[in-house]
């Protein structure tokens, strides 16, 4: 600590040695800072700030109807195009700027100190409220040297920025809706294409396309084996119900009759075990029928068999109706009889409407499985292009729908979805916001005594003097044998006084002017400008 001091000495008693060329570059640089502060120019700021609401009352309706905007990042790019070179180009004509402008170097100078100049920035009003997430504080702020000229650059970026964000809401919806048209377009005549395939495809393929309640080929088979078998137990079940009443119907003819009951008894009982017969063989037919063909040796012979028991049933019932001819009325009025032979009837009806049904199943099973082999190619070809169909469908009604919200979205940016409010309108202050003079005086006489220090310090630290002799001893590393002390006159010690004085006189001098200075400020700035040619 004690060399600390002797060193801070040493310094101290350096300068003073050489105090007035300290106290002349004060004096000089202090001079040279006030003329630069004073001929600094005067910069004005202008600014404005715009609220800008992009959630309006027209958006609660236009929810699920309207394309969502995203309007925050909208705002974000035109904010970043504001400042893009042909927008300051822009400004710089609006507002004069560039009257001075000669070269395409001088105009490029000029639009890249706009850019630096003009600030804008962004704030949300309600911080972290995320329901007014969309409400943002946009401030527009720029520096001219003079005030008016600031306030006509800074109207017209306001004025850009609401006219950027409104037409680049319209050109992005034009611009969907373009799109979505050009789209639309494609997707219909690919939609018309799928139609024409799949209708001539049906027409190629009619009574093979799988759908509805028919289901698909194999369905359908299945469908029709099980009715054929269904139609054949009805159709047994009917003729043994058949003959039963032919058996009750021929016991109440033989005991209505009476007296000629041997006689026709007889033949009523022959008639019905030809007719037992026929049955037994139709049905045996119905069998070979579902194996083979209609040529098959077995299906022949089975049918002459059976036309020759149907010619002989005939007989049989022939003789037996001229044997009961001569008493025929008890077999009319007898009600048993008459209740049994319309029970026969009904299932005769019956028998036939089982027949025809299993007919028409054989002749559908014989029809289908003529196209077992192309059956599964024809259902892979009609979903394969009904599956097409359906998504190029579903496409277009998605786009026609898009476009239709695209155009509502359109509407309601012309009738304003975004709204702006200026909440300061441009304006300036009548006070310029640079140069801090004050400030700046105040620094330019630190640094005036800081310089004047450091001139008259600088030959001590060049060539070093010793001001005792411990410092001289520490400096040539050898013994100090004696001191002769200088014994100063009165007349020397008034002298120093004097220049005391004086050195003080000059520093408060300095501090003084520079306390005028900041007093005077922008003021004598101003005076003095005018002045200068």
Avoid at 244 to 254: G, K, T, V, W, Y
């Amino acid at each position: 600590m004690k060399d600390t001091f002797a060193l801070i000495y040493s310094y101290a008693r350096a300068a003073w040695r050489r105090r007035w060329l300290a106290v002349v570059t004060a004096w000089m640089v202090a001079i040279t800072g006030w003329i630069i502060v004073l001929l600094l120019p005067d910069h004005y700021e202008a600014s404005a700030r715009v609220f800008v609401n992009a959630k309006t009352a027209l958006q609660p309706v236009l929810q699920g109807i309207a394309i969502e905007e995203d309007y925050q990042s909208q705002l974000v790019l035109v904010r970043e195009a504001l400042l893009s070179r042909p927008q300051m180009q822009a400004v710089a004509r609006k507002t004069n700027l560039d009257a001075n402008v000669r070269t395409p170097a001088q105009l490029d100078a000029l639009v890249t100190n706009l850019q630096r100049q003009i600030h804008v920035s962004v704030a949300s009003p309600i911080a972290g409220n995320q329901s007014r997430a969309q409400d943002s504080v946009y401030t527009i702020s720029y520096q001219h040297p003079d005030r008016n000229k600031s306030i006509e650059v800074v109207r017209t970026l306001l004025d850009n920025f609401q006219e950027a964000t409104l037409s680049g809401n319209r050109s992005g919806t034009n611009e969907a809706q373009t799109f979505l048209t050009r789209q639309i377009g494609e997707l219909e005549k690919r939609l018309q294409e799928s139609e024409s395939r799949l209708g001539d495809f049906k027409k190629r393929n009619v009574g093979m396309i799988p759908g509805g309640e028919r289901g698909d080929y194999f369905t359908r088979l299945g469908n029709e084996m099980r009715g054929l078998q269904d139609a054949e137990t009805n159709l047994s079940v009917a003729r043994s119900r058949q003959a039963e009443l032919q058996r009750q119907l021929a016991r109440a003819r033989d005991s209505v009759l009476g007296t000629v009951a041997s006689g026709t008894g007889g033949t009523a009982g022959a008639a019905l075990e030809v007719s037992l017969q026929r049955q037994q063989k139709e049905k045996q037919l119905s069998d070979l029928l579902l194996r083979y063909t209609d040529k098959h040796p077995e299906v022949i012979a089975l049918r002459q068999s059976i036309a020759d028991l149907k010619v002989q049933e005939a007989k049989e019932v022939a003789e037996m109706r001229r044997d009961s001819a001569t008493d025929a009325r008890p077999l009319t009025v007898n009600p048993v009889y008459q209740e049994i032979k319309s029970q026969l009837n009904s299932v005769q009806v019956e028998i036939a409407a089982f027949a025809g049904a299993a007919a028409q199943h054989r002749q559908e099973i014989a029809s289908l499985r003529k196209f077992v082999d192309q059956a599964p190619e024809i259902e892979q070809e009609y979903t394969r292009l009904t599956r097409d169909y359906a998504v190029t469908k579903e496409q277009y009604q998605q786009l026609v729908a898009r476009r239709e919200q695209a155009m509502v979205s359109d509407d309601a940016a012309r009738s304003g979805s975004i709204r702006f409010e200026n909440v300061d309108p441009p304006r300036a202050g009548y006070e310029p916001v640079w140069p801090r003079r004050q400030r700046l005086f105040a620094v330019t006489l630190v640094v005036a005594l800081l310089a004047g220090f450091g001139v008259a310090l600088l030959p001590h630290l060049i060539v070093p003097t010793f001001d005792d002799v411990g410092t001289l001893q520490r400096a040539l590393g050898r013994p100090v044998l004696g001191v002769i002390s200088d014994l100063g006159s009165d007349s020397r010690r008034v002298s120093q006084r004097q220049q005391i004085r004086h050195v003080v006189l000059a520093s408060a001098l300095l501090a003084a002017v520079t306390l005028l200075l900041m007093a005077v400020g922008s003021s004598g700035a101003r005076v003095l400008q005018g002045m200068m040619p």
